[in-house]
């Protein structure tokens, strides 16, 4: 299986208001390989996102690096943030900036009929839920080519349509071979999704190993609510 991300000594380090050092991730290595479904829980401020910035580039470590086989998309919590355009199309062209029109509209396309969005190529991208805004912010990465996903908090304000629509989104990209990263403390909607479990508490990789086992450890410890179900029901779909 090949590689897809291998995170080695992953250190991050800012200076407060008041002078004074903090260090906010603490020598974290792992690998992620080709194809896998990785959840990475852990409470407010456990370094989640930040992490995930380090690892598409964003945010540069203070020590340790990041390798990865391509470039990595990523879906945020607030998917507002990530519409820039007046249509769902037009958002997906944006990214896009190919001078032949033609074929951009029909990669674009090609992109919303995968997250189901086709339908409303041309309506006004603001006024989508929160469910279908999730999903053209994947399909603006869909279009770029990216086949490794990093998914910060996706199920923030989401019903129960909206998170059982992005798992099954998910599930689908996951059957087409892409790398799937879910970062988010809602276990009980995804769990179920995930190939291996990872936990970050007080910014240090805590855990890093099988879903299941995870299930009969103190999570709580780690400041992630335990859920009580089997691992097989942990997932919102339909």
């Known amino acids: 299986m090949r590689l897809s991300i291998k995170a080695s000594g992953i250190c991050k380090s800012f200076t407060q208001p008041d002078g004074s050092p903090k260090q ?27 992490l995930m910035k380090i690892l598409a580039g ?3 470590p203070s020590e340790g690096k990041v390798d990865r086989d391509s470039e990595i998309g990523l879906v ?18 944006f ?23 086709d339908a409303k190529a041309d309506s006004p991208s603001h006024f ?20 490794t996903l990093i998914f910060d908090e996706p199920y923030s304000n989401l019903d129960y349509p909206g998170v059982k629509s992005v798992n099954s989104i998910v599930t689908e990209l996951k059957e087409a071979g892409l790398t799937i990263i879910i970062l988010t403390h809602e276990l009980e909607k995804c769990l179920g999704l995930a190939d291996r479990f990872m936990v970050l508490h007080h910014g240090q990789l805590v855990y890093n190993g099988d879903p299941a086992t995870a299930l009969a450890m103190d999570l709580e ?18």
Do not use: H, Y
């Open 58 to 60: 964003l945010e540069t």
């Open 76 to 93: 945020f919590q607030d998917a507002d943030a990530q519409i820039l355009a007046d249509t769902a199309i037009e958002d997906v062209l």
């Open 95 to 117: 990214g896009l900036r190919m001078k032949d029109r033609a074929t951009a509209r029909a990669k674009a396309l090609a992109a919303l009929e995968k997250v189901g969005l």
């Open 221 to 238: 410890a780690w400041g992630i609510r335990k859920p009580e179900s089997p691992l097989e029901t942990l997932v919102w779909r339909s």
């Open 128 to 147: 989508l839920s929160g469910g279908e805004k999730r999903r053209l912010a994947i399909a603006s990465i869909l279009a770029l080519g990216r086949d």
């Open 24 to 50: 906010a991730l603490k020598d974290i290595s792992f690998e992620i390989m080709k194809g896998e479904l990785v959840v990475i829980g852990g409470e407010n401020g456990s370094g989640k996102s930040l």
